[in-house]
């Protein structure tokens, strides 16, 4: 059974073997509360989500199934964070798109996960100015609910934005070893 807090939000778990096909990185600055599994060797939990029927946990503890290697002790804000030199995994909710990509471009280190309908806004483009390499995904990807199990559809398209020579690397190599496809684009300067 799918939790009903899913539905309506654009906070989606990233499949753990895209993950394990870019990784490891050093800092997932906004993961959910109760990952079920590690996308990154420190994780900061996003605040609860904030919807028209009130606050609540994007991603309840306690559910069946959860792992408990990542145990928050605290939610920090991701935004607020230093992110030092670190690698940086980011697939932040969708509708907070603007702040996270400022950060991502001034940080410039990692690789970063967005729906590809959204070149055209502002942090769309900032995306596009500021990233090394951009892999527009042929298909979509399943995300996955709280539980760990797959969503039920696929619903928007998705693009990886890489920052950096080396993790623009990773990215140019991605289609020849896993089920990831797609178009590159390179950002020439």
Same mark, same amino acid.
């Given at each position: 059974?799918? &939790?009903?807090? @899913?539905?309506? @939000?654009?906070? !989606?778990?990233?499949? $753990?073997?895209? =993950?394990?096909?870019? %990784? $490891?990185?050093? *800092?997932?600055?906004?993961? /959910? $509360? !109760?990952? &079920? !599994?590690?996308?990154?060797? #420190?994780?900061?939990?996003?605040? &609860? ?5 009130? #606050?609540?946990?994007?991603?309840? &503890?306690?559910? /069946? ?8 002790? /605290? =939610?920090?804000?991701? *935004? +607020? ?6 690698r940086v995994w980011m697939n932040h909710p969708y509708s907070m798109g603007l702040p996270w990509?400022? +950060? ?16 055209? @806004?502002? !942090?769309?483009? =900032? ?11 042929? %298909?979509? =990807? ?14 928007? $398209? ?14 140019? /190599?991605? @289609?020849?070893?896993? +089920?990831?496809?797609g178009t590159y684009m390179r950002r020439l300067v």
């Amino acid at each position: 059974m799918k &939790p009903a807090y @899913t539905n309506g @939000t654009d906070r !989606w778990l990233t499949p $753990p073997d895209l =993950i394990e096909a870019l %990784g $490891p990185f050093d *800092l997932d600055p906004c993961c /959910e $509360p !109760w990952m &079920p !599994w590690r996308t990154a060797g #420190t994780m900061l939990a996003l605040p &609860p989500l904030q919807t028209n029927r009130g #606050t609540m946990d994007s991603i309840l &503890p306690g559910h /069946e199934g959860f792992t408990r290697d990542f145990q928050p002790s /605290e =939610i920090r804000d991701g *935004l +607020k964070a230093d992110w030092y030199n670190a690698r940086v995994w980011m697939n932040h909710p969708y509708s907070m798109g603007l702040p996270w990509a400022e +950060k991502m471009a001034r940080h410039g280190r990692g690789i970063a996960l967005t729906a590809a309908k959204s070149t055209d @806004t502002r !942090w769309g483009q =900032i995306m596009l100015a500021n990233c090394t390499v951009a892999l527009f995904l042929a %298909g979509r =990807i399943l995300f996955r609910y709280p539980d760990g199990s797959r969503s039920a559809g696929k619903w928007l $398209p998705n693009v990886l934005w890489a920052f950096g020579e080396k993790d623009a690397s990773i990215l140019l /190599e991605l @289609t020849s070893r896993t +089920k990831y496809r797609g178009t590159y684009m390179r950002r020439l300067v």
